[in-house]
């Protein structure tokens, strides 16, 4: 099914609904809608309807942007967001749980960062 839900901090039940939903949605879309959600024009920052992913307004799903860089040290913006070792030398401490700590800050700036 993907990733273990258990390392993540989620129930499996929410876990499990969660991927029924997005595999919905995507059974949904059409060729040219999931090529648009993959393809992130606007870059970084707020979306504001006319850049980044295009909305789906027949599914109900809002435009967003997604930071579209590389991002080895977490979100890819630097005035709004924690800069952290690249995965690699987070590997070199043989600490797994240190880079779900990291990832996990990563991913509540970015749900904060494109709301």
């Known amino acids: 099914m993907g990733a273990d839900s258990g390392r993540v901090g989620i129930s499996d039940a929410a876990y499990r ?37 295009p909305a789906i307004p027949r599914l109900g799903l809002p435009p967003y942007n997604y930071a579209s ?19 690699l030398a987070m590997a070199c401490s043989w600490n797994p749980e240190l880079a779900l700590k ?10 904060a960062y494109h709301k």
């Open 17 to 53: 609904r969660a991927w029924k939903r997005a595999a919905a949605y995507v059974a949904r879309m059409t060729l040219a809608e999931k090529v648009g959600q993959v393809n992130n024009p606007g870059g970084q920052g707020p979306c504001n309807g006319t850049d980044g992913v």
């Open 69 to 87: 860089d590389e991002g080895l040290h977490g979100l890819v913006d630097p005035f709004v967001a924690t800069s952290f070792p690249q995965p």
């Open 102 to 111: 990291v990832y996990s800050a990563v991913s509540d700036e970015a749900r």
